[in-house]
C-alpha cells in the first residue's frame, strides 16, 4: 500500500527564511507526487506535481520540490516566506501503475505559520 | 475562483435531519470527487465519480450516499448522522481521472 508522511504539523518561519516542508512517501513503484496548499476557508489547490523527468520540480508562488528516489522524499522548499505564505500545506502520492492507478493518498498536513 | 462551487458553505443538523451537500464544477472536467477533512487527519476519499459512473467507493457507511445526476453536479445526501461526522466535506474535479484536481471551498458540517 502507498503511503506519505509529512515531518512535523506545524513548522514557523520569520517572513524572509528559507521554507521547508518535509514530506517522505513509501512505494513499491515509481510515484507521482504533488503538492497542495489550502488557505483557510478555501479548498485545495495544486502548488506542483513530479510524474517523470527533470527531478527538481517549480511551482506557483515561488515554491520548488525536489524528488530523490534514494531517501523517498520530495520536500517543498521557498527561498524566503511571505505572510501570504501562511496556509496548510498537503503532500500526495499516487501510482503509474497497479489497481491503485492514479489514486491520491495524502499526508496528514503541515500548517504554516510566517512570523513578521 | 478554482471554477467548483460548493453550497452551503456551512451546515448544521441533528442527528435525525436529513440533508444534501451540493457541488457543481464549471470547468467541463469529467471526474467528481467527495472528500472528508477531519482535524488532524489526512484527507478521506469518499466517493470518484468518472463519465457519472461511481469508479471507487471508499468504505463510507450507508449514511452518505452520493449522486451525481450529470458531469457538471454531485451530491452528497446525509441521514442520520453521527457526530463524528462533523467535518469539511470537499469536492473536487478532474479533466482526467486523479489528475491535477481542483477543490472547492467546501462544506463546513456540524452534527449535533
Known amino acids: 500500500a502507498q503511503s506519505v508522511t509529512q515531518l512535523g504539523s506545524h513548522v514557523s518561519v520569520s517572513e524572509g527564511a528559507l521554507v521547508l516542508l518535509r514530506c517522505n512517501y513509501s512505494?513499491?513503484?515509481?510515484?507521482?507526487l504533488f503538492w497542495y496548499v489550502q488557505y483557510p476557508n478555501q479548498g485545495l489547490q495544486l502548488l506542483l506535481k513530479?510524474?517523470?523527468?527533470?527531478?527538481l520540480v517549480k511551482g506557483i508562488n515561488g515554491f520548488e520540490a525536489e524528488f530523490k528516489k534514494s531517501e523517498t522524499s520530495f520536500h517543498l522548499t521557498k527561498p524566503s516566506a511571505h505572510m501570504s505564505d501562511a496556509a496548510e500545506y498537503f503532500c500526495?502520492?499516487?501510482?503509474?501503475?497497479?489497481?491503485?492507478?492514479?489514486?491520491?493518498?495524502f499526508g496528514q498536513g503541515t500548517i504554516l505559520t510566517v512570523h513578521p | 475562483e478554482t471554477g467548483v462551487t460548493q453550497t452551503p458553505r456551512h451546515l448544521v443538523m441533528g442527528m435525525t435531519n436529513k440533508k444534501s451537500l451540493k457541488c457543481e464544477q464549471h470547468?467541463?472536467?469529467?471526474?467528481m470527487y467527495w472528500y472528508k477533512q477531519s482535524a488532524k487527519k489526512p484527507l478521506e476519499l469518499m466517493f470518484v465519480?468518472?463519465?457519472?459512473?461511481?469508479?471507487e467507493n471508499n468504505s463510507v457507511p450507508s449514511r452518505f450516499s452520493p449522486e451525481c445526476p450529470n458531469s457538471s453536479h454531485l451530491f452528497l445526501h446525509l441521514h442520520t448522522l453521527q457526530p463524528e461526522d462533523s467535518a469539511l466535506y470537499l469536492c473536487?474535479?478532474?479533466?482526467?481521472?486523479?489528475?491535477?484536481?481542483?477543490f472547492g471551498s467546501g462544506t463546513q458540517l456540524s452534527v449535533l
Open positions: 513530479y510524474t517523470t523527468g527533470a527531478t
Open positions: 473536487a474535479s478532474s479533466q482526467v481521472l486523479w489528475e491535477k484536481l481542483f
Open positions: 465519480y468518472s463519465l457519472e459512473e461511481r469508479v
Open positions: 500526495a502520492v499516487s501510482f503509474a501503475g497497479g489497481t491503485s492507478y492514479g489514486k491520491l493518498t
Open positions: 512505494s513499491s513503484v515509481p510515484p507521482y
Open positions: 470547468l467541463g472536467h469529467n471526474a
